[in-house]
C-alpha cells in the first residue's frame, strides 16, 4: 500500500496517520485475523469515498438539512462577564438533531455502510448519545440497529435508552467488566466477529482500529472548519484557544484538527478527573495512564502493572473510558495539545454556572470543558478568544445532576 | 528442531492428528490449574495451549471471559503465568506448550524481556490473538530471536489473496479459527472444514490446528479428519465452571480428575483417526 499524498503540505500536523494508520507510534489495526478482512474493505471503501466528488455533497446535504448544521458560535456575554477575562464563545453542536456532535459521525458513517451494501448495524454507547445518534440514522436509512451499552449506563442514562428503543434500536446490556463503555464496546466488537458480512460497525469516537480514529475525526472536523470560520467573521481572527471534553476524544479532535497547524492557536483538551487524579476513580488516560493497546490500536490507557486494564471513573457516562483516541496521544506527546482535567464537582459547578448565565443546560462532558475555561479565563486578557465545545446538551443528565445536588425528582 | 515441530514429526509418523487442550493459567485458582496443566498429558494431551488472562479478551465468549475474570481475582500474572510453565517443565521436558493471549500484557511486561522470558522458562509458541501479520514486527524479531514459534491465526475471512501474508513469519502450526465469531459459541460443519482445510494446504505446509467449537470427541475427531489437530477450550472450562458455581465458587476434591477424564475421552477420539495429511 503506497502512503496516502499529504493532504496539507509536508510540514503539516494535519497529514495523519500514515499507510498503517500510526500517528507517530499510536494507532494501528490491533484486531483480530477475523476482523482484519474488513478492516481493509473499511478503510478501501473510505477512500474511494473521499475519493467520489459525489460524497461530500451527500453528506452536507444530510448535515444541512437534516442535522441542522452549521451549528452556531454564541459569544457568552455574560459568562465572559462574569468570568472577567477572555472572552468565550461556544460552539453550540448541542443543538443538532440528537443533541450533540455524535451524529456529524454517524451521517458519515451510514452513508459509508450503504455504499459498502451492509444491511446491519451495530454501535457501542456510554451516555446513549452515541447509541441515540445511530439508532438515528439507522431510522432514516431503515437499518436494523443493535446498540451495545454497560448495564451501569444502561440505569444511569433511561432517558436516551427509551429514545433508542423509540427510534427502532435494539439495546443489549454488557454486564461483564465494569458494565461501561469499555465493555460496550469489547461487546460490539465481539459482535462483529460473528457477524463480518453483513454488519457496519458505527465507532462513536476517534477509537477503534485504523481506519476509524482518521475517518471519525474527518467526519468530526466540520465542527473546526465551521467554528474557524464562524470566528473569522465575527472578530476578524483566530481564536487564542480552543477547549473541549475528553472522552474517546472525537469532539475535541473535530473542533482541533482545523486549527492544529495555527501555532498561535492553544488547544486544550479536558479529561475526566472524577474524583480526582490522585484518587484510582477518574478516566484520565494521558493524565495518569501509560501506552498500550486495546480496541484494535495502541495510545494511553488505564492499566495496572501486569497490563490489565483499569476501571474509569466519570459522573459522566461519556466520558468514562480507560484510554483515549490515538490521535490525542500523539498530539499530547509532541506537545501540540495540552491535556488538562477537571473533577466531578468542577464539571456540577459549570454545568450550574453554563445553566443559570447563559440559559443553557450543557451536557455533563462538555461541562466539563467548561470547568477548565471558568479556571482560566479570569486570569487571561479581555482581548483573548476562547472557543469551547459545547457539545453536547444536558436533558440525558438531569437525573444523574438531581441525585447529585441531593434533589428527588 | 522446536518441541512443536518434534511434536507434529512423532505424531505424523504414529499417523493421527493432536490433541490440544486449552487451559486457562490461575482459573479458578493456581493450584487448579497447576494440577490440570501437569495432568493434560498422562491424559492423552499431545501439546497444551495456556491461556494469558486479560480484562479485555475481544474474541472470546463468556466461558473464557469469566475465566479470566476468575484467575484475576485470584492472583494471575503474566509473570506467575510464565512460573506455571517452568513448574511443569519441571517433570516434562517433551510436550509443547502455547501461550494464548492477548497483546497488552506482552506490551506491559516488556517484549523483549517477554521473549527471553518465554524461551527460558520453556514456552514453545506464542498465539497473540489482536496481533495481525499487520502490526507482527512488533513481537516477531524478539520471538524468532528466542526460538519462539509465532502460531498464526487463520479465520473463514482470510481469503487466498490474504493467506500469503498472514502465513509469512508463521511457525510450529496455524490456527484455523473455524467460525466467524467468538470462542465458546458456534461449531463449524464438516463441510465447512473439509472446504477450508484444503484450501490452506495449497499455502503451507505446516501443520494446521482446528479451534473455536470443537466441543466434544466426536467433533474432535472431526476435526483431525481434516486437519492435524483439535484445540478445546471452551468444553472443559465449563466443566471447572459448572463445580464452582454448584460449590459456593470452590472447585470440588474431583474436579480436576473430571476435566482430565474429558481431555481422555477427547484423546481417544482423536486417536481413533487416521491422520489426514
Ligand atoms: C455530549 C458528549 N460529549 C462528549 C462525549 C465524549 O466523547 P468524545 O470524547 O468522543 O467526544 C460524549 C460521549 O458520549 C457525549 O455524549
Redesign the pocket.
Known sequence: MNAPSPRFGANSLRNGPDARGRFGEFGGRFVAETLMPLILEVEAAYNAAVADPAFQPELDRYLKDYVGRPSPLWFAQRLTDRLGGAKIYFKRD?LNHTG???INSCMGQILLAKRMGKTRVIAE??????GVATATVCALFGLPCTVYMGAVDVARQAPNVFRMKLLGAEVIPVTSGASTLKDAMNEALRDWVANVRDTFYII???AGPHPYPMMVRDFQSVIGNEAKAQLHEAEGRLPDMCV?????????MGLFHPFLDDPSVRLIGVEAAGHGLDTFQHAASLSRGRPGVLHGNRTYLLQNEDGQIQEAHSIS???DYPGI?PEHSWLHEIGRVEYEAATDQEALDAFQLCTRTEGIIP?L??AHALAHVAKIAPAMDRDKIIVMNL??RGDKDIFTVAEALGVKL | MSRIAARFAKLKAEGRGALMPFVEAWDPDHATSLALLKGMPAAGADLIEIGCPFTDPMADGPTIQLAGRRALDAGASMKNTLAMVRDFRADDTDTPIILMGYLNPILSYGVERFCADCAGFGVDGLIIVDLPSEEADLVLPHATANGLDIIRLIAPTTDDARLPLVLNGSSGFVYYVSITGITGTRTASGDELADAIPRIRRFTDLPIAIGFGVRTAAQAAGAVTHADGAVVASALIDIVKADLDSNGGKPKPDTVARVLAQVTALAEGVRGVRSAA
Open positions: 448541542e450533540a456532535h455524535k454507547t456510554g451516555a446513549g448519545q452515541h462513536g469516537t476517534v473541549a471534553a475528553i472522552g474517546g476524544g472525537s469532539n475535541a457516562a461519556g466520558l483516541g451536557a462532558e462538555p457539545c453536547g
